[in-house]
Nanobody, 125 residues
Framework: VQLQASGGGLVQPGGSLRLSCVASGVTFSRYALGWFRQVAGEERSFVAGISWNGETFDYSDSVKGRFTISRDNAKNTVYLQMTRLNTDDTAVYYC???????????????????WGRGTLVTVSS
């Protein structure tokens, strides 16, 4: 069972990145998915969530209007398109699969039972 996140890197303020997370060995299509991020010394925080069918979304206030979450169930992949990045977006980003089938996404990381290893996003000039 593995969720592999990728796409992180160094980007200048105002720039864009697209994160991807591919799932293998785990059922993907009927579960809500989420992206979270964590800064050293702080708790993991919710960034974006998407319903199992890709029809509904949720974003934290800090990223709303700048980030877009999407999924391709045929490819077992969830994406996070990030635009207008700023230094506050610097963090390790994690993808996660909700623990219960066909449940709405949640902002609570405790409701997710499969996590990717994380990919580092650094926004700096």
């Amino acid at each position: 069972v593995q969720l592999q996140a990728s796409g992180g890197g160094l980007v200048q303020p105002g720039g864009s990145l697209r994160l991807s997370c591919v799932a293998s060995g785990v059922t993907f299509s009927r579960y809500a998915l989420g992206w979270f991020r964590q800064v050293a010394g702080e708790e993991r925080s919710f960034v974006a969530g998407i319903s199992w069918n890709g029809e509904t979304f949720d974003y934290s206030d800090s990223v709303k209007g700048r980030f877009t979450i999407s999924r391709d169930n045929a490819k077992n992949t969830v994406y996070l398109q990030m635009t207008r990045l700023n230094t506050d977006d610097t963090a390790v980003y994690y993808c996660a699969r909700h623990s219960i089938m066909i449940r709405p996404y949640s902002r609570d990381p405790r409701e997710y039972n499969y996590w990717g290893r994380g990919t580092l996003v650094t926004v700096s000039s």
